[in-house]
């Protein structure tokens, strides 16, 4: 099992940034790709950043060039820092983590979520 815990969400007014972090503990291994998703009120989580083994980050197209994830393995803590930041980005933000111990087993956990709402 592996449990995440989501931070750094909060209240920023438009062109603001915010820093996500996200802090893995217990079995933390295997761990096959890691990625920040969305959910805004009445729509689907989105993904919005994600590291997939060794390949560079990836971005949905709305938040390309002003979002960045990182990891740091050491730490087992994944970031997202968000610059630039507009309205459409208010939703709540999750943290998730795969975990691939064979071609035929794959986990998937989710962190409890952060609020981020920008807002003047």
């Known amino acids: 099992q592996v449990q995440l815990v989501e931070s750094g969400g909060g209240l920023v007014q438009p062109g603001g940034s915010l820093r996500l972090s996200c802090v893995a503990s217990g079995s933390v291994f295997r761990i096959f790709a890691v990625g920040w998703y969305r959910q805004a009120p009445g729509k689907e989580r989105e993904l919005v950043a994600g590291?997939?083994?060794?390949?560079?980050?990836n971005y949905a197209d709305s938040v390309k060039g002003r979002f960045t994830i990182s990891r740091d393995n050491a730490d087992n803590t994944v970031y997202l820092q968000m610059n630039s930041l507009k309205p459409e980005d208010t939703a709540v933000y999750f943290c998730n983590f795969v975990q691939r111990l064979s071609d035929a087993t794959t986990y998937r956990y989710w962190g409890q979520g952060t609020q981020v709402t920008v807002s003047s």
């Open positions: 590291i997939t083994g060794g390949d560079n980050p």
